[in-house]
């Protein structure tokens, strides 16, 4: 019949050429079978019914009706429908137990789900032999683009130099020292420290261990910079808090009457359970103004007061000058004629929020060197408590294990100094560390014989050598300084903390024959002068006008620092400037 050749028609072009000419096809049969696999499949795929709508036949449809359907659901096809199909054969056993799906649509999501879900196990097991190049983590191309945590920062060292370092955000003061002197070939004696340097404002701090200098950084302005020096005074609170704490200072030891030992004094402050009190009169800068106001006042945990009514203690007479927790002290480096201050010992609270304006800087003055110290180190220690206390022992316990990538202090002129040989017509270096030992000793010997006939006296600067491993100059020695004005000298102590036995050597301007000897002892800097002296045609230098002698000033560096002598201490601390 005319709809059993269509239908016919139909299922060869939906299905391919499934069914030749002569297949013998019964109607009806088909389509039952059609509706029960139809049936099925909206069973499983309830989602995909309103798809299949279109071609969905009906068991109860008649012919006109099923091939009306088709068309319905083939458009596409209407001109290929009105083809003259010849007369099918009967149908065969065999193709009766055919059973064929019918036509749907299948949705994108679900497609690209199985497919995600079967591609893993249809790829053959076939191993990567360039993973770094194909995957996302570690190809340069594949990898998505990451903005880096790192941040730069430039340091600068004592004599102008700058080094740019690149360190992440939350990377310590500690941890930025000691990766510069690594880089700088410095021995970790632990006495680094980052220094937070405003010109404009002639401010500067020590920055603490644990600060992220990150953090630090981004509250600097841009005429702001970090130096990188030597601070002695950094924890020596620790070793003798009674140096820094004066009992008339303190509040607790006055009320005790009587001699307060060392450990309670320092756990006094560490314990937050515990109300330490510093105590005495303070100059302070009236704002706007160049005058100074004397006031007592008081330093506590919750901030520094000042006493509106002589030294009452009363609540109603105390009013809050600063806070601790968002604020930092630092010292005042531009002299007293700038602020017109009353003495030279002056220090400045400022706000951590404020980058350059003078007018929310508390500026205050005291009247001595120790008084500053113990309002400064009490600041700190009851701002940051037992955190000072816990990066005080941190390198005390890491003495024993000393970094392997250690080295020799060098100053600002060693660096470039390497042994040398030239005995030859030529010049070599001398690479073996034995033999360059060998060869300074004999090159001393030759310098102290020379020394007996030359008149040293004559020359502005003489310049005896010992040598360590290396030909070192007077020069190289981190102590020696050169020519530097007394001036220099005082700062260059005062910055690198006023501890008993920090020194350093310097020519005389007042005698060019003669050396200078500059000594800090109980935060006093005291200068002793060394001269020449001859006999029996030798230069020997001398502290004590010939009672005790060196042949040069090397050997009497080392005498001073394991004997006192005629100095008030030891020499302990070099006051050193390093080269970045």
Not at 445 to 457: A, D, E, P
Request: charged share 20%; glycine share 4%; proline share 6%.
């Amino acid at each position: 019949t005319e709809i059993q050749r269509k239908t016919t028609w139909i299922h060869r072009q939906t299905y391919g050429s499934c069914f030749s000419s002569n297949d013998d096809v019964d109607l009806e049969q088909l389509v039952n079978e059609m509706n029960s696999s139809m049936e099925s499949v909206y069973s499983t795929q309830a989602d995909t019914a309103l798809l299949l709508n279109n071609g969905h036949v009906h068991a109860t449809h008649n012919h006109q009706h099923l091939h009306h359907h088709v068309h319905a659901a083939y458009p596409g096809h209407s001109q290929a429908h009105r083809r003259h199909t010849p007369p099918l054969p009967p149908s065969s056993p065999s193709r009766e137990r055919l059973r064929h799906s019918q036509p749907m649509h299948i949705q994108a999501v679900r497609c690209l789900q199985e497919e995600h879900q079967l591609r893993p196990a249809s790829l053959p097991a076939i191993p990567n032999p360039f993973p770094e190049l194909c995957s996302p983590a570690g190809s340069p191309v594949l990898s998505p683009i990451q903005s880096s945590d790192n941040h730069i920062v430039k340091v600068w060292s004592e004599d102008g130099a700058g080094k740019v370092v690149e360190i992440p955000a939350d990377m310590t003061a500690r941890d930025v020292c000691q990766l510069l002197v690594y880089k700088s070939h410095c021995l970790d004696d632990n006495a680094w420290t980052l220094v937070e340097h405003h010109p404009i404002l002639g401010l500067e701090r020590c920055l603490e261990d644990h600060e992220l200098v990150v953090q630090v950084q981004a509250s600097m302005s841009s005429d702001s910079k970090f130096l990188f020096r030597k601070n002695y005074a950094k924890y020596e609170f620790f070793r003798n808090p009674l140096n820094f704490f004066p009992e008339q200072m303190v509040a607790w030891c006055q009320e005790s009457d009587g001699s307060i030992p060392q450990s309670q004094l320092l756990q006094n402050f560490l314990n937050s359970s515990s109300c330490p009190e510093i105590q005495g009169y303070l100059y302070m800068k009236e704002p706007g103004r160049k005058s100074w106001k004397k006031l007592y006042m008081f330093l506590r945990r919750s901030g520094l007061y000042y006493s509106t009514k002589g030294t009452s203690k009363e609540p109603r007479h105390l009013q809050l000058l600063s806070d601790l927790e968002d604020s930092n002290i630092f010292t005042i480096i531009t002299g007293r004629k700038l602020h017109n201050a009353p003495t030279d010992y002056q220090f400045c609270i400022k706000p951590s929020k404020v980058r350059s304006d003078c007018k929310e800087l508390k500026m205050l003055c005291a009247e001595d060197e120790q008084s500053r110290t113990c309002w400064m180190t009490a600041f700190r220690l009851l701002k940051y408590g037992i955190v000072l206390y816990q990066s005080y022992n941190i390198p005390q316990q890491r003495k024993s294990n000393l970094s392997p990538f250690s080295a020799p202090v060098r100053s600002v002129s060693e660096n470039s100094l390497v042994a040398m040989d030239f005995s030859g017509r030529t010049g070599r270096v001398i690479d073996n560390p034995v033999e360059a030992q060998s060869a300074a000793l004999e090159e001393g010997q030759t310098w102290r014989k020379r020394s007996q006939r030359m008149n040293v006296l004559g020359s502005p600067s003489p310049l005896p050598v010992n040598f360590l491993g290396l030909v070192d100059t007077l020069m190289t020695q981190v102590w020696f300084h050169g020519r530097i004005m007394r001036e220099e000298a005082h700062k260059m102590i005062i910055q690198q903390g006023q501890v008993d036995g920090l020194f350093l050597l310097r020519d005389s301007q007042s005698n060019p024959k003669a050396f200078v000897l500059t000594l800090c002892h109980h935060q006093k800097i005291k200068h002793f002068q060394i001269l020449p002296c001859e006999e029996d045609g030798q230069v020997f230098f001398s502290l004590d006008d010939g009672a005790t002698k060196f042949t040069d000033l090397i050997h009497l560096v080392e005498f001073y620092q394991l004997n006192r002598g005629v100095l008030p201490c030891k020499l302990k601390h070099p006051c050193t400037a390093v080269a970045l």
